[in-house]
């Protein structure tokens, strides 16, 4: 695999998940779409993979150290794509099935210990059910699931294959 190949690809991954971010923080401002907690988890998820494909592309290792980035690309990715896949999972329970509306994470974050606000957000509710945009059929959080799964099989398969 050409270097030169990886550090564009790398670059490229990176400028789309800055791009997604920037999208997401339009639809928070401009449209007035206020994220839920797995929604702000998502943003973390993806800040984490964009700053990860840009230290792959500034970096630029050769061999095992490409292999590294692989690894963590696909590791971050990987936990986007629960996140991401958990707020599906939601937003298409049976209306009598979806959980009460729990506190906002900032709230949360204040009175509650990290554990317990994890355990809360991940066990979801029923803001994070609520579908208020569409795309082509999808939800957002939909989205940013094909995006983490693309992103993290593109960037580990390219980077684990460096020479």
Known sequence: MDSGVRRITN???FAICAGLLAYAYYAQFSLGLDPCPLCIFQRIAMIALAAVFLLAAGHHPAGWGARVYAV???AV????TAIAGRHVWLQHLPSDQVPECGPGLAYMLDVFPLADTLRMVFTGSGECAHIDWMFLGLGMPAWVLLWFLLLGIAGAWINWRAR
């Open 72 to 74: 963590l690309i696909g």
């Open 11 to 13: 670059l490229s991954a």
């Open 77 to 80: 990715a990987l936990a986007g």
